[in-house]
């Protein structure tokens, strides 16, 4: 197979390049791309283009151009996708990479880099000298008294490109422990906006929905009922980083109130909200409670319909956000099931005049 022709491999090489550069010494641990980011970063949006896309991905993965990581108890969804270390020279020859000279490993070696960049010298790293003096430059002006900006400003600043610091930030080894920070830059990564719908109950709580038709579909249902001033698309896993974004709905919604989340019963599904009610709470945010009306609809209209999991069981901490919930919970767990959340799909809303 020719990976060349497959969208979401060119734009996964481009990124690879971006992050090795062009030194071919042995890196240390196989580059990964989160696969919505992939997909975003590709263009790859429509419906038909990620099914495509999908696709695309698990033929490579049989032919041993990369891994498929799959969410964790989702195996259906995929997570990220890595480029082996023994695939590297496989996409170098497929994609005509020129081996670079020993003269880039001789200017890295002989510059004059500032403190923060000393390292450099004796860091075996895949990345052009030329973007390593960009850091350079740009640590040699009063960077103390630089305002804070997000990292893709930043990034156009420095490079002329608004993805290659966040890039270098996520998956280079030039960045991490002992050596560079976003905020030696004097910049911070910008988590993806919750999207979300206000409701006609300005006093209302909100609710957050893990997955994309049931938010849909409980958009549609707080247009007639009227009973939350915004429903939230938690987007999976994004809502763990997007948990800012709070902030921003609250402002928008004239203040703080309840904040509510109704997910997939599975180990995920409560291992999200649990996490992001944390991290909520050390912002001084409000926590984020289970909706308890829609998992026991959830429990009663799915009864018997679970589909199996073989993942890692959760601890009693986890089911026990569930509240009055977590007795079954536990028990449709232990006996290898999850249920998804689209059992509370539209169909069975629109029959209902209220959650009480």
Request: charged share 25%.
């Amino acid at each position: 197979m020719n990976p060349t022709l497959l969208p979401v491999a060119c734009e996964l090489f481009t990124q690879w390049q971006r992050a090795r550069g062009s030194r071919l010494e042995p890196a240390t641990r196989p580059f990964s791309r989160g696969w919505e980011d992939l997909l975003e970063d590709a263009g790859l949006v429509s419906a038909t283009d990620r099914t495509d896309a999908e696709r695309d991905a698990y033929l490579l993965a049989t032919h041993g151009w990369i891994e498929i990581k799959s969410m964790r108890f989702k195996a259906h969804l995929l997570d990220r996708i890595v480029i082996p270390l023994a695939a590297e020279p496989r996409w170098r020859e497929a994609f005509g990479f020129v081996p670079p000279s020993d003269e880039e490993a001789r200017l890295i070696r002989e510059f004059v880099w500032e403190p923060p960049l000393t390292f450099l010298r004796d860091a075996r790293l895949n990345i052009p000298f030329a973007e390593l003096r960009r850091f350079n430059d740009f640590l040699q002006h009063n960077v103390g008294e630089r305002p804070l900006v997000p990292i893709k400003e930043r990034s156009l600043e420095i490079f002329g490109d608004e993805k290659r610091l966040d890039e270098l930030a996520r998956s280079s080894a030039v960045f991490g422990e002992g050596r560079l920070t976003p905020e030696m830059f004097r910049c911070f990564i910008v988590s993806e906006p919750l999207p979300w719908t206000p409701g006609a109950n300005p006093a209302g709580p909100i609710i957050i929905i893990e997955n994309a038709a049931t938010w849909h579909s409980y958009c549609r249902y707080n247009a007639e009922c009227k009973l939350f001033s915004a429903v939230v698309y938690g987007c999976g896993n994004r809502f763990l980083d997007g948990i800012r974004s709070l902030n921003d709905i609250f402002t928008a919604l004239g203040g703080p109130r309840r904040v509510f989340y109704f997910g997939d019963l599975d180990p995920q599904g409560l291992f999200i909200p649990k996490t992001a009610s944390a991290r909520a709470q050390a912002l001084g945010l409000p926590a984020v409670e289970p909706h308890l009306w829609s998992y026991r609809q959830l429990l009663a209209v799915a009864n018997g319909r679970g589909q199996p999991y073989d993942g890692a069981p959760l601890s009693s901490e986890h089911c026990d956000w569930l509240g009055e919930c977590a007795e079954p919970a536990s028990q449709l767990f232990a006996a290898s099931q999850r249920l998804a959340q689209e059992h509370v799909g539209w169909e069975f809303l629109q029959h209902k005049t209220g959650m009480d």
